[in-house]
């Protein structure tokens, strides 16, 4: 799988400024596509999703967001997409066995990684991507 688009979906600024730079330093993705909370996601992946084009291939997703948090945005995410070839990889500062758990849960959600985010998990990541 080749990874064109990345989306992340985080309220914090400094960490998506960092995730971008490793992101490009690995060479895992050409393009971002950056919302603040889920609602802001989900009004620019719908039409992606209608239209079929410029569909982000891999979602970091945040869980603790303001307006619509990262289990919100799942439940909606939900609804919207069937059988989109988009994996959804939780990223979250929570170390809450109770919320690996729930993630577990959604049969969209790819895996659950602990921020910060490193060369290390990206490489490890590219790899499972890449199957």
Known sequence: ??????CIIDDDPIFVFGSKILLKNNSFAS???VCQNGKEALDV??????SEEGLPEVIFLDLNMPIMD????LDEFGKLSEE????????SS???SRDMERAKKYGMVNGFIAKPLTDAKIKELAQEIAG
């Not at 799988?1 to 990345?6: D, P, Q, S, Y």
């Not at 989109?84 to 990223?91: F, G, S, V």
Request: no cysteine; glycine share 4%.
């Open 84 to 91: 989109k070839d988009i994996r959804i990889y939780i990223l």
């Open 45 to 50: 992946i719908a039409p992606l999703i209608e």
């Open 94 to 96: 929570s170390v809450d």
């Open 31 to 33: 393009d971002f596509l």
């Open 1 to 6: 799988m080749t990874i064109n688009t990345i």
């Open 70 to 73: 990262g289990w919100e945005f």
